[in-house]
């Protein structure tokens, strides 16, 4: 059998580098399994609003963000070039995508946003493959440049301006929202019952087709989209030939410099849309620093998914979800979460077991000890906690992952064309 094929258990055989490629059954199998572990979660903790459908919408939306801003980085970085000026581009898209938008509607804002962060993205291009500066600089002069570029825009345009001020702009008219009849109102009835895994099913689809903005639904259309554009066409084949080996992509005929150039463009223009619907979507305002680092959450996603277009979403849905917490229930839904990571942990310490890794078993059991501890001694956890419950996660998250990642060989490289003759 062909070492790419499925063997009879799900899971495809090792590769050369030891490791197994889950398949979508096991994936399947894998969901199933967390979603029934936070029901039960749910049900011993009584915080039900852990699954409800205002819990998942809320989610949703705040993940969106930085899942547009992770798929931004993911363009860039599959064509080699490390772009941490997301969330510079990020806050050209909050100030292009308000201007635009309380003069002209807001799907002219969400157009104006992508133009700013593609100009941000452009600079960038210029800077790292033409001038060959390091991406890290580059990125993180971007970032600066961007907040005083809209702080002295604002002042000229916003200032002044009924509604509007230096820091921030007048009101934006919403997106049409989106609601399907019936399954919406289905839905929240049997959230409300509270029944083991069904309740908390019916929540998620809940929050999926109750009240969505329709720039929410273009969002996650552009995760599949980016899939298929980069791993199922020649197109895609050739950037990422560019993230992993330029000379020989050269070599080949395809133009290096160009694919870059346009990677970076979209990225940008992807982190400017990110930047578009947190003015106009989230929050119907544009205010002075209101991507509070989102942009570099974005680019910790993607990491966390393996800079795949899949694994990046479910990085940016797990901060959406925790930082949702935070905002519906504060400290009795964060508080849940600790016997949700001690019995995760528990998980962890057999697993640990299995590999042989003692120490490391030790170790988890250990949190987990704590954690369960932590958890049956309080009703509730402090509010600085949950205050920064999404960004311990994601550390958390990375950390755990981090054995597991491998970014595209030419990421962050200075590349010369013609320098492999």
């Known amino acids: 059998m062909s070492t790419s094929k499925v063997s009879a258990t799900g899971v495809a055989p090792k590769k050369s580098g030891g490791r197994r490629k889950l398949t979508l059954p096991v994936v399947l199998l894998v969901i199933a399994g967390a979603l029934a572990l936070v029901s039960l979660v749910r049900l011993v903790s009584g915080a039900d609003d852990v699954t409800s459908v205002g819990q998942v919408a809320g989610a949703l939306?705040?993940?969106?963000?930085i899942g547009l801003a992770g798929l931004g980085g993911l363009w860039a970085e599959r064509a080699g070039v490390v772009n941490i000026g997301l969330e510079g581009m990020m806050v050209l898209g909050t100030w292009f995508g308000a201007w635009a938008g309380f003069q002209w509607g807001p799907w002219m804002g969400v157009l104006f946003g992508i133009i700013g962060g593609a100009l941000g993205g452009l600079l960038h291009a210029v800077v790292t493959i033409t001038f060959g500066v390091n991406h890290i600089v580059s990125g993180v002069a971007i970032n600066i440049l961007a907040v005083g570029v809209t702080r002295y825009l604002s002042n000229f345009a916003f200032d002044g301006v009924e509604g509007g001020s230096s820091k921030q702009s007048p009101h934006i008219d919403q997106i049409t929202k989106i609601t399907v009849p019936g399954l919406s109102d289905w839905m929240q009835d049997l959230q409300q019952r509270h029944w083991f895994l069904v309740s908390d099913?019916?929540?998620?689809?809940?929050?999926?087709?109750?009240?969505?903005?329709?720039?929410?639904?273009?969002?996650l259309l552009l995760i599949p989209g980016t899939w298929w554009l980069l791993w199922r066409t020649a197109f895609g084949l050739r950037l990422r030939s560019c993230g992993e080996n330029p000379v020989a992509a050269e070599s080949l005929g395809v133009n290096v410099y160009r694919y870059k150039y346009i990677a970076v463009t979209v990225s940008g223009g992807l982190a400017g849309l990110a930047g578009a619907f947190?003015?106009?979507?989230?929050?119907?305002?544009?205010?002075?620093?209101?991507?509070?680092?989102?942009?570099?959450?974005?680019?910790?996603?993607?990491?966390?998914?393996?800079?795949?277009?899949?694994?990046?979403?479910?990085?940016?849905?797990?901060?959406?979800?925790?930082?949702?917490?935070?905002?519906?229930?504060?400290?009795?839904?964060?508080?849940?979460?600790?016997?949700?990571?001690?019995?995760?942990?528990v998980l962890v310490v057999f697993w640990q077991l299995y590999r042989k890794k003692y120490v490391a078993a030790v170790v988890s059991a250990a949190v987990s000890a704590l954690l369960f501890t932590?958890?049956?001694?309080?009703?509730?956890?402090?509010?600085?906690?949950?205050?920064?419950?999404?960004?311990?996660?994601?550390l958390l998250v990375l950390s755990l992952s981090a054995q597991r990642l491998r970014m595209p060989k030419a990421d962050g490289l200075t590349y010369r064309k013609g320098q492999g003759k």
């Open 61 to 65: 939306e705040l993940a969106v963000p």
């Open 201 to 219: 099913i019916a929540g998620i689809v809940g929050g999926l087709v109750t009240g969505i903005s329709l720039l929410t639904v273009v969002a």
């Open 278 to 345: 947190l003015a106009i979507v989230a929050t119907g305002i544009y205010q002075e620093g209101q991507t509070g680092g989102r942009g570099y959450i974005g680019l910790a996603a993607m990491i966390f998914g393996n800079w795949m277009p899949g694994g990046m979403a479910l990085g940016a849905g797990l901060f959406g979800f925790t930082d949702s917490l935070k905002l519906r229930g504060g400290a009795e839904n964060v508080h849940a979460m600790l016997l949700l990571l001690a019995i995760l942990l």
């Open 374 to 394: 932590w958890y049956a001694l309080t009703d509730q956890v402090p509010s600085q906690f949950v205050d920064a419950a999404p960004y311990v996660t994601t």
